[in-house]
């Protein structure tokens, strides 16, 4: 079964920045969309990014749009989430996911069947 595996997180100050990655090992991800999504303290998981297989296609939710970054590296086998002008609301912890399609859904997380167990994200002076 394909198991996603995030890491890069940690305490941020405000303004400051981030990277988080997420891999597989035995799988490859190449033909997979990949997504980032987010869930903080008492509230709902949020869809905050996905990319296409090839990486020629990018969403992002208006919350982190001009902010976040998502790329991929299919010779490493990872996905990327840049962070930049991190905000107290970006805490959470921030999973990674991939689909069976190559191309992302509207609904940033419509789709997602693998998961990873998720890194935590804090963002405090």
């Known amino acids: 079964q394909l198991q996603l595996v995030e890491s890069g997180g940690g305490l941020v100050q405000p303004g400051g920045s981030l990277r988080l990655s997420c891999t597989t090992s035995?799988?490859?991800?190449?033909?997979?969309?990949i997504a980032w999504l987010r869930q903080a303290p008492g509230k709902e998981r949020e869809g905050i990014s996905c990319i296409s297989s090839n990486g020629s296609r990018r969403n992002y939710a208006d919350s982190v749009k001009g902010r976040f970054t998502i790329s991929r590296d299919n010779a490493k086998n990872t996905v990327f989430l840049q962070m930049d002008s991190l905000k107290p609301d970006d805490t959470a912890v921030y999973y990674c996911a991939a689909g069976r399609m190559a191309m992302c859904l509207p609904s940033i997380s419509g789709g997602m069947e693998y998961w990873g167990k998720g890194t935590l994200v804090t963002v405090s002076s």
């Open positions: 035995g799988f490859t991800l190449n033909y997979n969309a």
